[in-house]
């Protein structure tokens, strides 16, 4: 019924969905149960939600200048050869010949569509010929099809059976009545919410760790070890854990003590001292985190004197970026895979670089420690100061700060939400704790994980839309500083390194890349070049 349903909105109006003449109006109040006394039965009130999803999706595509066309038409032509069998016209157009519903087919053509285009891609897009190999291309091929299998299956067993079970058997309510049996016999106050709180968390957390070590120790030492990514140590994987469990308890248990205790006696307005306290909270994490948190994970030495590190304070000082100190952190003992950011919110900030992201790992050519395949590999200058050109636009244009507003109001919104809901008794009894217990967090779990499930997930596909115009963005200010070029080069090796598959399913990526592809990158490129011209380059250069 709700295919039908479909069917009909598409062919009242197959280019947009959400406009309707008169006449089509009048059709659709009849064919769609938005009244009478058909909509109070329990499936007319789950096809018009669904149908509602359904409609605001679409919505949300379409004002992301994506209009619902054949899919294959969003793509360069170099990619259409590619995946000329992967997307059908019926998709978009027709009615599917399985009766399955709408929101099956939307799934099955998100995870289905990115899974085939890797299966059916076979060869070099025009763009990277020059390039990238077959055999690169290829080795590509494999790893993402690898990690698409990966992440279907971490999905089904955590998203959809671990998770359903979870409910089905009360498991929060059975880790809260462990939580107060422990704290009795700790000689913990077992009435006191905060002190059972602080258990029922430190418990949860243990627990969370064992239900996703399996996926680790897969994901590490059997996916990424089978494509030469891997370089941790069964030691150093071991210590790395038991490091990250400790850290994150030490930080967690005070906060969430904290959390509760200003709900106590916060009183009606507790949500706007809670969201001004985790507020406070998050800044100062972000503040010591590269200081004093990621040291104890990672070793970081300064960058060597050289040219390279008087081209990046040249950089920093044309755009008067405030920096203070350059690092080198050894990324490659966890892994292969490269990256540079920068730290830091107020005075002077740091630039961190990743020793793969550099030739030789910035080291000399006979230094020891490389081994063969370390040697000649990573960006040459111009192309690490091309990214760092790119990372400095995130923060000259505002990136860092504008998400951080963007974070606090959703701090306060979920706070406010949850202000108003958590006194509500069905929740937790939903949950299978008895009539009339209403511990504080798991009021919190329930309402952000549960009830707030459809607001976070639009949030999250608008966070992404943001993002990815960022990355654009950021791409331009590089551009204008006269890096188009070199950025382009260095987009294309890192892919190259880390193995990157080039060829996407628009929908896939769109949904869940918070970075252009690419091939999107270079083309956008492209675009600046040919509409601005090449910009100068900084007086350093």
């Known amino acids: 019924e709700l295919q039908n349903q479909v069917d009909f909105l598409r062919s009242a109006h197959p280019s947009g969905l959400l406009t ?20 109070k039965s329990p499936e007319q009130l789950i096809i018009r939600f669904r149908l509602f999803i359904f409609l605001i999706r679409a919505h949300i595509v379409n004002a992301h200048s994506v209009p619902l066309i054949d899919p294959r038409e969003r793509l360069p032509v170099s990619q259409q050869q590619h995946i000329a069998d992967t997307l059908e016209r019926k998709i978009c157009y027709q009615r599917p010949q399985t009766s399955k519903d709408a929101s099956t087919n939307l799934y099955e053509h998100i995870m289905g569509s990115s899974i085939r285009v890797y299966k059916t891609s076979k060869s070099v897009p025009k763009e990277l010929q020059h390039v990238m190999n077959a055999e690169t291309f290829e080795k590509a091929r494999v790893y993402g099809l690898d990690k698409a299998y990966y992440e279907v299956v971490k999905m089904v067993l955590c998203d959809i059976v671990i998770l359903q079970m979870e409910l089905y058997s009360g498991f929060m309510a059975i880790v809260w009545t462990r939580s107060v049996q422990l704290s009795e016999s700790m000689g913990l106050n077992p009435k006191s919410e905060i002190q059972v709180g602080c258990l029922f968390a430190l418990l949860l957390n243990v627990i ?12 590490t030492f059997v996916l990424e070890e089978r494509h030469g990514f891997n370089k941790q140590t ?7 854990q038991i490091k990250a469990l400790l850290v994150s308890q030490a930080l967690t248990i005070p906060v969430v003590a904290a959390f509760m205790y200003i709900v106590q006696i916060g009183g009606e307005y507790f949500f706007i001292w809670l969201w001004a306290f985790v507020a406070l ?9 590269p200081v004093y948190i990621a040291p104890i994970f990672d070793k970081f030495r300064p960058l060597e004197d050289g040219e390279l590190k ?12 405030p920096l203070g100190q350059l690092f080198v952190v050894e990324g490659s003992k ?3 895979h490269s990256n540079a950011y920068f730290t830091g919110l107020f005075g002077v900030k740091r630039i961190v670089l990743f020793d793969t992201l550099l030739v030789n790992k910035g080291l000399q050519e006979d230094d020891p420690s490389l081994t063969e395949s370390d ?11 091309a990214v760092l050109a790119h990372e400095l636009g995130h923060w000259k244009l505002g990136h860092v700060l504008k998400n951080i507003v963007i974070m606090q109001v959703q701090m306060f919104l979920i706070f406010f939400a949850f202000s108003q809901l958590f006194t509500y008794g069905p929740l937790y009894e939903a949950i299978g704790l008895p009539a009339g217990e209403k511990p504080i967090l798991i009021g919190l779990m329930v309402i952000m994980m549960y009830v707030l499930a459809p607001y976070n997930t639009v949030i999250s596909f608008a966070m992404t839309v943001l993002s990815r115009r960022f990355e654009y963005q950021a791409d331009e200010f590089a551009q204008k500083l006269g890096y188009a070029d070199e950025l382009g080069n260095a987009l294309i090796k890192l892919q190259l390194d880390n193995l990157g598959f080039p060829v996407y399913d628009w929908m896939y990526s769109a949904w869940n890349h918070s970075h252009p592809t690419v091939l999107q990158r270079l083309e956008r490129l492209k675009v600046y070049r040919k ?3 090449q910009g100068q380059k900084t007086k350093s250069q």
């Open 208 to 219: 969370g760790v064992l239900k996703a070590m399996p996926f680790k120790i897969y994901g």
């Open 234 to 240: 069964s030691g150093f994987f071991v210590k790395d």
């Open 375 to 385: 040697k000649s590999k990573g960006c040459k200058n111009e192309e690490v100061l």
């Open 334 to 336: 966890r892994s292969a």
């Open 281 to 289: 909270v998050s800044l100062v994490l972000i503040t010591i985190y």
């Open 310 to 321: 008087r081209s990046i304070h040249a950089l920093a000082n044309s755009v008067k970026f």
């Open 20 to 39: 309707l003449d008169a006449s089509q109006q009048e059709s659709l109040d009849t064919k769609l149960p938005f009244g009478g006394e058909d909509c």
């Open 531 to 533: 509409d601005k011209g």
